[in-house]
């Protein structure tokens, strides 16, 4: 398994503004993924990001609303820009352990984002 | 394109009983994974149990097994002796194994509650 924190665990912010979010985990790990829950709703993949590669994004997000940092492979960041209302959200980090024996990703306890 | 389906949106269940979380998908894929994650109000997704699809076996983790039919698609999770602390949103997911490619899809979650 692993132990992710992420910080701030919430925050209410004024639109137009932009947010950092921090994503710790307690050992090394290649993949860390960002998702985005909306309340009451599922799942959806913002973006993958790999330490030493730029991250890959999904459809419907971009780089520049989304910019991501993976500076080594127990951090990550996620910073939502020029936030909006519909930006509100939970924005949770997860990490994958893919070795062929065990493929599972575990999850951090997400920010919860109100955007005013 | 992969799709995962959990057709009850809310369930409710007396303590002690059992109950059955459904969940359908649909991929053209031979190999991949399947996974409950149980999310509870604090919001912390946990993961609840995992299958492999070239395993025939049901995977079960104590209380909590599930009965993967490959052929028609359906991966359902059976709780047993529910108990309060099983009150969570569900949320079904698949992922894709191999060729580097680790997205999860994740279904729009089952809402269960366990009354005393």
């Known amino acids: 398994s692993a132990v992710i924190s992420q910080k701030p665990s919430r925050d209410i912010c004024q639109r137009g503004t932009s947010l950092t979010i921090q994503c710790q985990v307690d050992s090394q790990v290649t993949m860390m993924f960002w998702y985005r829950q909306q309340p009451g709703q599922s799942l959806t993949l913002i973006a993958t990001?790999?330490?030493?590669?730029?991250?890959?994004?999904e459809s419907g997000f971009v780089i520049d609303k989304f910019p991501i940092s993976r500076p080594n492979l127990t951090f990550s960041t996620l910073t939502v820009s020029n936030m909006s209302p519909e930006d509100s959200s939970i924005y949770l980090c997860?990490?994958?352990?893919?070795?062929?024996?065990?493929?599972?990703?575990?999850f951090g306890p997400g920010t919860r984002l109100t955007v005013l | 394109a992969q799709t995962v389906t959990q057709s009850q949106p809310e369930m409710s269940v007396q303590e002690a009983e059992t109950v059955t979380l459904s969940c359908t998908y649909d991929t053209s894929e031979n190999n991949y994974y399947l996974f409950w994650y149980k999310q509870p109000p604090s919001r912390q997704m946990i993961l609840v149990i995992r299958q492999e699809a070239y395993k025939q076996q049901n995977a079960t983790e104590n209380r909590f097994s599930v009965n993967f039919q490959k052929a028609a698609k359906s991966f359902s999770l059976k709780i047993s002796d529910s108990q309060l602390g099983d009150t969570a949103m569900y949320f079904c997911?698949?992922?894709?194994?191999?060729?580097?490619?680790?997205?999860?899809?994740f279904g729009t979650g089952t809402r269960l509650k366990v009354l005393a």
């Open positions: 997911a698949f992922m894709k194994h191999g060729a580097g490619t680790y997205k999860y899809i």
């Open positions: 997860s990490v994958g352990r893919f070795n062929g024996q065990g493929d599972t990703q575990y």
């Open positions: 990001a790999n330490q030493g590669s730029e991250a890959t994004y």
